[in-house]
């Protein structure tokens, strides 16, 4: 079976190279595949070894912010006098990004095995999976994983006869995306509600009651098992020169595509490459407009920007945005940028926590405000209070849920304005939003 398109381009396959594979699934389909190899290499390596061999193939971390992956690991206590717990970040709510979801559904032991590693490396006896409450068939098939993985013997008292100890629970989440922020998923595994918590203490300090713990992208631990099979030098390798992003990055690519999907590419891919090439550029007839790279927490690039831009951390920054997640929205010439913004400022204002005045007020506001100017009673003072409104909203509250909402929305305003002028000067009116 081809997966997903016949231009996603193998080849360049680490982490999705048996997607679309059902055979990898099992457990033994996975060991025939050199599953486990990488896990088993790590238990007869020290922690210490297995830390500085993820430090020296430059993993950063999956979820958004790009933290270096080996950097984190060895925040961790090396005496284990508390317990120390692993978390994998499994959440994925993010607008547009959709890659971690494929991982879980068709390689959950490619996940096991980076957990498992990931476990041994920071001295933790415990795993927590938690996963989005909406993944019903992922969660299914992860704990069907997860009862194999004890049964073969990668979970469990003594891992492949180490005498380690490594458990594993999966804890579903309840569709909240701020559980998705790590803080606030540490306070939803406690049973707590899913608030983000003041750092510091920073979790490898006082995470998980109060324990150390260390929080990770699906993605992330997926790759470190890899790393430990291949080698630090291999992945490193896998990029296009740029050395501080290095490795392969799955981009789920959504919108106005013709083939739109997960692709595994190594960083510093040209964003034309993916967009036109792998993804077959726009319908027919269509321009491109704009792209949102990184999932719908940052800034709009303008279809002249994504000329040149490389998909690594430094070549999306160079453009004025950031490559978060690998989440990408492409939205062609038929798109309305006002109420494209105004879709995503509703969302933000949806799963707002409302703990921090900034984020609660502030996102419900500028949706408020986005929704009076489609709905045309816009005025012209109202593009500068939005500018207001993210200035109070970037920086200042306890996580970046309000700093997500108001990237979009700053960069809509600044590189179309012509659009909100439009519906200000009522020369332009909306069917889909009324007063
Ligand atoms: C509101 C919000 C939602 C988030 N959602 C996710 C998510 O669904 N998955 C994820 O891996 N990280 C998410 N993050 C980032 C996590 O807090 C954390 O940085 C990440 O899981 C760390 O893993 P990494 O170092 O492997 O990237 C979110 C952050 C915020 C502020």
Same mark, same amino acid.
């Given at each position: 079976m081809g997966y997903p398109h016949p231009t996603h381009p193998k080849e360049q396959a680490v982490?999705?190279? %048996? &997607?679309?594979? =059902?055979?990898?699934r099992t457990f033994d389909g996975w060991v025939k595949r050199g599953g486990y190899e990488g896990l088993k290499k790590a238990l007869g390596m020290t922690r210490e070894q297995v830390i500085e061999e993820v430090k020296a193939s430059g993993l950063r971390g999956r979820g958004g912010a790009g933290f270096p992956t080996g950097m984190k690991w060895s925040f961790m206590p090396k005496d284990v006098v508390k317990p120390h717990y692993l978390v994998c970040n499994a959440d994925e709510s993010e607008p547009g990004t959709f890659k971690d979801r494929e991982i879980l559904r068709w390689t959950p032991h490619q996940l096991i095995e980076g957990c498992a590693v990931g476990a041994y490396a920071i001295g933790a006896e415990r795993i927590y999976i938690y996963i989005r409450g909406e993944f019903t068939a992922e969660h299914k098939i992860l704990v069907k994983a997860v009862e194999e993985a004890y049964q073969g013997g990668a979970l469990g008292a003594n891992v492949f006869g180490s005498g380690k100890r490594i458990d594993l629970v999966v804890h579903r989440g309840a569709g909240a995306y701020i559980c998705g922020e790590e803080t606030a998923m540490m306070n939803s595994i406690e049973g707590r509600r899913g608030?983000?918590?003041?750092?510091?203490? &920073?979790? =490898?300090? =006082?995470?998980?009651?109060?324990?150390? $713990? $260390?929080?990770?992208?699906?993605? $992330?631990?997926? =790759?470190?098992? %890899?790393i430990i099979r291949e080698g630090a030098a291999w992945y490193k390798a896998l990029c296009r020169g740029n050395p501080k992003s290095t490795g392969t990055k799955l981009f789920s690519v959504c919108g106005h595509v013709q083939r739109p999907g997960n692709y595994e590419v190594v960083m510093g891919t040209p964003m034309t490459d993916l967009v036109f090439d792998m993804c077959g550029g726009m319908r027919p007839g269509r321009t491109l407009k704009a792209v949102i790279p990184g999932g719908s927490s940052v800034p709009i690039l303008t279809a002249k920007e994504i000329e040149g831009c490389l998909l690594d951390y430094e070549g999306v920054v160079e453009k004025g945005s950031m490559l978060g997640s690998g989440g990408m929205i492409v939205m062609d010439d038929s798109t309305d940028i006002v109420y494209q913004v105004m879709r995503l400022a509703r969302f933000y204002a949806h799963e707002s926590c409302a703990q921090c005045t900034q984020c609660r007020e502030g996102t419900a506001w500028t949706t408020r405000i986005l929704e009076r100017i489609l709905a045309g009673q816009g005025k012209k003072e109202d593009l500068n209070l939005l500018l207001d409104l993210a200035d109070n909203m970037t920086g200042k509250t306890i996580c970046v849920l309000s700093d997500s909402c108001a990237a979009p929305v700053v960069s809509a305003i600044k590189k179309f304005p012509e659009e909100f002028d439009a519906y200000i000067s009522r020369a332009r009116t909306s069917s889909l939003v009324t007063a």
């Amino acid at each position: 079976m081809g997966y997903p398109h016949p231009t996603h381009p193998k080849e360049q396959a680490v982490l999705s190279k %048996h &997607f679309g594979d =059902a055979g990898a699934r099992t457990f033994d389909g996975w060991v025939k595949r050199g599953g486990y190899e990488g896990l088993k290499k790590a238990l007869g390596m020290t922690r210490e070894q297995v830390i500085e061999e993820v430090k020296a193939s430059g993993l950063r971390g999956r979820g958004g912010a790009g933290f270096p992956t080996g950097m984190k690991w060895s925040f961790m206590p090396k005496d284990v006098v508390k317990p120390h717990y692993l978390v994998c970040n499994a959440d994925e709510s993010e607008p547009g990004t959709f890659k971690d979801r494929e991982i879980l559904r068709w390689t959950p032991h490619q996940l096991i095995e980076g957990c498992a590693v990931g476990a041994y490396a920071i001295g933790a006896e415990r795993i927590y999976i938690y996963i989005r409450g909406e993944f019903t068939a992922e969660h299914k098939i992860l704990v069907k994983a997860v009862e194999e993985a004890y049964q073969g013997g990668a979970l469990g008292a003594n891992v492949f006869g180490s005498g380690k100890r490594i458990d594993l629970v999966v804890h579903r989440g309840a569709g909240a995306y701020i559980c998705g922020e790590e803080t606030a998923m540490m306070n939803s595994i406690e049973g707590r509600r899913g608030n983000p918590r003041i750092k510091p203490p &920073f979790p =490898a300090v =006082a995470g998980l009651w109060a324990s150390p $713990t $260390t929080i990770n992208n699906v993605e $992330t631990l997926s =790759a470190s098992s %890899h790393i430990i099979r291949e080698g630090a030098a291999w992945y490193k390798a896998l990029c296009r020169g740029n050395p501080k992003s290095t490795g392969t990055k799955l981009f789920s690519v959504c919108g106005h595509v013709q083939r739109p999907g997960n692709y595994e590419v190594v960083m510093g891919t040209p964003m034309t490459d993916l967009v036109f090439d792998m993804c077959g550029g726009m319908r027919p007839g269509r321009t491109l407009k704009a792209v949102i790279p990184g999932g719908s927490s940052v800034p709009i690039l303008t279809a002249k920007e994504i000329e040149g831009c490389l998909l690594d951390y430094e070549g999306v920054v160079e453009k004025g945005s950031m490559l978060g997640s690998g989440g990408m929205i492409v939205m062609d010439d038929s798109t309305d940028i006002v109420y494209q913004v105004m879709r995503l400022a509703r969302f933000y204002a949806h799963e707002s926590c409302a703990q921090c005045t900034q984020c609660r007020e502030g996102t419900a506001w500028t949706t408020r405000i986005l929704e009076r100017i489609l709905a045309g009673q816009g005025k012209k003072e109202d593009l500068n209070l939005l500018l207001d409104l993210a200035d109070n909203m970037t920086g200042k509250t306890i996580c970046v849920l309000s700093d997500s909402c108001a990237a979009p929305v700053v960069s809509a305003i600044k590189k179309f304005p012509e659009e909100f002028d439009a519906y200000i000067s009522r020369a332009r009116t909306s069917s889909l939003v009324t007063a």
